[in-house]
């Protein structure tokens, strides 16, 4: 399944590190969203975009920083985390904008925050 | 509060029939996800109900009780790469999606 794709899969960084996660997707779809996956917990909605506008920010902390410069691409810049970070980050596409849609997810970012 | 209600782990026999149940309370309701997610992949959609009753799909189904917040999800003729975690996932009335934690499922020979 190719329709969301995110690089890196695997990252490892320390707290002073700047890195970007990216996300692509190849389904034509108006909607991404940022979510972060923690062990047996429930996901966490991080950042909605709609036609590349971002409608939702869930209280995620300032050093996520979302990017969206198409309908096709979006960016989860991170700068200055913290251990508990720690987490797979997953991205989504929808084709609709109002959660009663299909989400297709990539593959996810498994992050590791030393 | 709004949340989801499903058991954390399962374990059921190659062959065999399983249910998850998942309860949820939610502020309105605007339908009801299932989604399988395998051990370090990404989540799969499996099925959309907005309507009571029984929807039908192969060897999985699922079920939905506006009245009662309840939905289950049945998993007939197990087989071993039915071995994953599922995901029950409401939709409110402001269209926010409420996840649960997941169920993970171990199918055994």
């Known amino acids: 399944e190719t329709g969301v794709t995110q690089t890196p899969r695997h990252l490892v960084m320390g707290m002073t590190n700047k890195k970007s996660l990216k996300c692509e997707q190849h389904?034509?779809?108006?909607?991404m969203y940022w979510y972060k996956q923690s062990a047996k917990k429930p996901l966490e909605l991080m950042f909605v975009?709609?036609?590349?506008?971002?409608?939702e920010n869930n209280s995620v902390p300032s050093r996520f920083s979302p990017e969206c410069p198409n309908s096709s691409h979006l960016f989860l810049h991170l700068h200055t985390l913290q251990p508990e970070d720690s987490a797979l980050y997953l991205c989504a596409s929808s084709q609709g904008t109002d959660n009663t849609d299909t989400q297709y997810f990539g593959p996810g970012t498994r992050l590791t925050v030393l | 509060g709004q949340n989801i209600d499903q058991p954390t782990e399962m374990t059921a026999t190659e062959g065999a029939i399983v249910q998850i149940n998942c309860t949820y309370q939610?502020?309105?309701?605007?339908?009801l996800f299932w989604y399988q997610q395998h051990a370090g992949e990404a989540p799969t959609f499996l099925s959309y109900n907005v309507l009571d009753g029984l929807e039908e799909k192969g060897r999985f189904s699922s079920f939905l009780s506006r009245s009662k917040g309840y939905s289950y999800l049945l998993l007939k003729e197990l087989q071993m790469k039915d071995s994953a975690s599922y995901l029950c996932?409401?939709?409110?009335?402001?269209?926010?999606?409420?996840w649960g934690a997941g169920t993970k499922l171990i199918i055994k020979p």
């Open positions: 939610t502020s309105g309701f605007n339908g």
């Open positions: 975009y709609n036609f590349k506008e971002q409608t």
């Open positions: 996932v409401s939709v409110n009335s402001n269209y926010q999606l409420i």
């Open positions: 389904l034509g779809h108006n909607a």
